[in-house]
């Protein structure tokens, strides 16, 4: 089986398991898919991630932050959005095909998430980007990101050649701690997907809704 079978196996047995009702029992694919896309283009997404931006900006609203603490941001549907091109190609998953996705950095910001970017590094915090993407989209997630708004930040870190077996979970904790022991207090952690607040250095965990794909 190859590699990009088997993710697409995986996208498919995903959108089964989260479109499945309160029984239990599974939902037609097509419907699943259908919901999701209801989800992000009918408002539901953005009021939730509003939400969370608003809960999180009032928190920190009256805290004076020191001049090393940082936040840390994930970077894939935590401040740019992919939705549309997955979308684009039934929702699937093909290896070349997203790294010329990436490669075109034509992302669009996610808008509440620019919002507390925006709120961060008007309260003095060190803004620090942590992607899995590869060294070799390093250039054009950086273009991306600058295109886009988010033109302050302390350092983008991508996983490099040597990294390449280490798991995704692993690869974020060993420089949040790097980051840590090299002076940064690391105040809050943003991300889409659970394994990027895994291994600890995250400070206050902010969650946001991933419901297109998961990584493990």
Known sequence: MTKSIFKNILFVILFISIAACSSGSI???????????????????????????????????????????????????????????IKSIDYGYEHNLWNNWLDKAEAKKIIPAKKLYDFFVFKGAKVIFLTGRYWYSCDATYKNLVNQGFEKFDTLICRSEE?????????????????????????ACIGDQETDFVGGYTGEIIK????????D
């Not at 946001?208 to 990584?215: G, L, R, T």
């Open 208 to 215: 946001f809704p991933n419901y297109i794909y998961k990584i």
């Open 27 to 85: 939902v037609n694919l097509t419907d699943a898919k259908n919901n999701v896309r209801k989800y992000y283009e009918d408002g539901q997404y953005i009021n939730e991630m509003n939400s969370i931006v608003e809960d999180v900006i009032q928190k920190y609203n009256s805290v004076e932050l020191k001049p090393n603490d940082a936040v840390v941001f994930d970077v894939d549907e935590t401040v740019l959005s992919n939705f549309d091109y």
């Open 163 to 187: 990294e390449l077996k280490i798991s995704s979970p692993q690869f974020k904790a060993n420089h949040r701690k790097n980051l840590s022991l090299n002076g940064y207090n690391i105040i």
